[in-house]
């Protein structure tokens, strides 16, 4: 039996968050969403910088090599180069429409450099906790050129990169069992609506970087402004509806891992002492 409009339940906004100002690496200024005072986490999502300007004097330092234990970075490059290397002999460059997704596991040294002098760089970093099952796993990465990041067109006026998760027939690259991630960067043109059907039981929230939206239904309807972050619940079917510019977004969920988390820097346990163990087996060149 198909359930009547009454009986579904729409998602909405229940917790609005305004990125703030910090920087990182060599003193890359970024805009911190998640994994400031405001927003510490998002079960299993940690951290989600924001980056971009046109001032090579904000990102040109870069991240030099740094160290990162138990869990995932997650790199989506909008506009610039952005080259990585690590100390087990990887090496690529992501360029604009790139996504590295790189699972730390039980530990790598790795660097963000810039690959150009002047123009903009753009992008976001999300950090992805990992179950303690999973925290000590060799490290890899999935690292996807734009081409092969495929593209849906589910409404008129609707375009997702779909980069985890699905879109319709559309299945991103990105696979993750742990916490089964959705990711997408939805461009809506000006006054078009869409839905769409979040994975049940996933923590999700839409970050919007250009433009603004309109996000639930009827009483629940609640505005989006650009460089706003909007935690969603209540439902499974997500309504959006650009205003009169347009919108552009990221659209992220995941399975919560619900675990305990001892955290300090670039390292993510579940207790304190394999916290502690990480720095020592970082200090003794075991990474």
Do not use: C
Request: no cysteine; proline share 8%.
């Amino acid at each position: 039996m198909n359930a009547s409009p009454s009986d579904i339940q729409h998602a909405r906004l229940v917790r609005k968050v305004r990125g703030s100002a910090t920087s990182d690496g060599a003193g890359v200024k970024l805009t911190r969403v998640i994994g400031g005072p405001d927003l510490p986490e998002l079960d299993p999502f940690l951290l989600l910088d924001e980056f971009g300007t046109d001032q090579a004097e904000d990102y040109i330092a870069g991240f030099p090599s740094h160290p990162h234990r138990g869990f995932e970075t997650v790199t989506y490059m909008l506009d610039g180069r952005m080259r990585h290397k690590d100390n087990h002999g990887n090496e690529g460059l992501l360029t604009p429409g790139s996504v590295q997704w790189m699972t730390a596991g039980r530990g790598l040294v790795h660097s963000e450099m810039p690959e150009q002098e002047s123009g903009r760089m753009r992008g976001f970093q999300l950090w992805v906790n990992l179950p303690a099952r999973e925290k000590m796993t060799d490290p890899r990465y999935q690292e996807f050129a734009p081409a092969s990041i495929p593209v849906a067109h589910p409404a008129p006026g609707v375009e997702v990169k779909v980069i985890a998760g699905r879109v319709g027939d559309t299945t991103g690259p990105i696979a993750q069992p742990a916490t089964d991630p959705l990711y997408l960067d939805i461009t809506l043109e000006p006054r078009t609506a869409w839905e769409y059907a979040l994975p049940e039981g996933h923590n999700a929230f839409a970050y919007v970087f250009e433009g603004a939206l309109v996000v639930g239904e009827g009483e629940d309807a609640r505005p989006l402004e650009a460089r706003e972050m909007g935690v969603l619940g209540g439902g499974g079917l997500l309504p959006l509806r650009a205003g009169d510019t347009g919108a552009r977004l990221i659209l992220v969920a995941g399975r919560p891992l619900r675990e305990p988390i001892a955290r300090h820097g670039p390292f993510v346990m579940n207790t304190r002492q394999e916290l502690m163990q990480a720095f020592v087996d970082f200090q003794e060149g075991r990474f």
